[in-house]
């Protein structure tokens, strides 16, 4: 079983930068693909980011690339979400989830996520 506890949420003005960490219990981590997801009142959960077992590959979503930056370290079983030039429209709940171990290929759907965080505020003001 794979546990996952975000942290480093909160309230920022616009133009600020907030630091995600997601640790991970368990074994598999390092072969694990990992993704953030987000979900603002009112809307479905949706994809933000995703990062390869290595870290080789990565994807994200239009509206934050070249903002938002994911990254791991498979020593401290943690996973991380780097969000500069914060906008209001970035305010929601962020979950990090995993999928099942041995499965390296990204995907940005919530079905193919297996594990999943308790999430994490970000509140973006202007």
């Known amino acids: 079983q794979v546990q996952l506890v975000e942290s480093g949420g909160g309230l920022v003005q616009a133009g600020g930068s907030l630091r995600l960490s997601c640790a991970a219990s368990g074994r598999t981590f390092s072969n694990s693909v990992m993704g953030w997801f987000r979900q603002a009142p009112g809307k479905e959960r949706e994809f933000v980011a995703g990062?390869?077992?290595?870290?080789?590959?990565?994807s994200y979503i239009d509206p934050v690339k070249g903002r938002f930056t994911i990254s791991r370290d498979n020593a401290k079983n943690t996973v991380y979400l780097q969000m500069n030039s914060l906008k209001p429209e970035d305010t929601a709940v962020y979950y990090c989830?995993?999928?099942?171990?041995?499965?390296?290929?990204?995907?940005?759907?919530?079905?193919?996520?297996?594990?999943w965080g308790q999430g994490t505020q970000v509140t973006v003001s202007s």
């Open positions: 989830a995993s999928r099942s171990p041995n499965r390296d290929v990204i995907i940005s759907t919530v079905w193919g996520y297996d594990y």
């Open positions: 990062i390869s077992w290595s870290g080789g590959r990565i």
